[in-house]
């Protein structure tokens, strides 16, 4: 089993729809979370950190459940920007990686 | 602020030239990282650097070496290049070990 796992997609949504990525991880002593987004060809930027209690900036919002070991996004009325991939990572300050990041999951919004 | 400056963007090699990567930060971050991303792969660390003056394998250290020259620079290099090495490399820095990373850019390494 991958640390960290994501669903590939793509995901194609409307303009305006909610869409929500879920990202599983197998170490249940990792310590810190979050959502990056890359685009194309670009960098990786981060999204938002990932706390015990969920969190929400805007438009998205991020929910931790250690019990299941998973970690959630969720981005409602979606802009045609919002367009790229999602990568969940994961911190284990045992882990050779240190972070981990998942292979991403790809959204589109269409017009 | 320009954050993390990597240098070259772009660079094809043949197989058995070396070279290294520039990485170099102006937010004080203590860690600094270096990692590769391959289609379908994600992004794989190669080496990263908690503090200055030290310096710690990652996932995927074989074929490369690392230089924490100071506080802000962290130079990969890779002393003889090898088509598997054909990839996107990204340095990023930290605060801390399990801080939010910035990245740079990215150079964009063919190995012929």
């Known amino acids: 089993r991958k640390e960290v796992e994501q669903d590939p997609g793509p995901f194609n949504v409307p303009e305006g729809a909610t869409v929500a990525f879920n990202c599983t991880y197998s170490?249940?002593?990792?310590?810190?979370f979050f959502w990056y987004r890359q685009d194309c060809r670009k960098e990786p930027k981060l999204l938002m950190s990932?706390?015990?209690s969920g969190n929400e900036d805007g438009r998205f919002t991020a929910q931790l459940n250690r019990a299941s070991q998973y970690i959630s996004l969720l981005i409602r009325d979606s802009k045609l920007s919002d367009s790229a991939t999602y990568l969940c990572?994961?911190?284990?300050?045992?882990?050779?990686?240190?972070?981990?990041f998942g292979s991403g999951t790809q959204l589109t919004v269409l017009p | 602020n320009a954050g993390v400056t990597q240098t070259p963007k772009f660079q094809v090699l043949k197989t058995g030239q070396s070279m290294t990567l520039q990485c170099a930060q102006d937010?004080?971050?203590?860690?600094m990282y270096w990692y590769r991303q391959d289609p379908g792969m994600g992004l794989r660390l190669i080496y990263y650097?908690?503090?200055?003056?030290?310096?710690d394998k990652g996932e995927v250290p074989n074929g490369y070496n690392v230089s924490r020259l100071n506080k802000r620079e962290f130079s990969l290099r890779l002393e003889s290049a090898a088509p598997s090495q054909t990839s996107v490399y990204f340095c990023?820095?930290?605060?801390?070990?399990?801080?939010?990373?910035?990245f740079g850019n990215g150079t964009r390494l063919t190995v012929t």
């Open positions: 990932v706390y015990s």
């Open positions: 937010m004080n971050h203590n860690s």
């Open positions: 990572v994961v911190y284990d300050s045992g882990s050779a990686r240190q972070l981990t």
């Open positions: 990023a820095s930290g605060e801390t070990r399990d801080s939010p990373l910035h």
């Open positions: 170490n249940s002593a990792s310590q810190s």
């Open positions: 650097s908690a503090s200055e003056g030290t310096t």
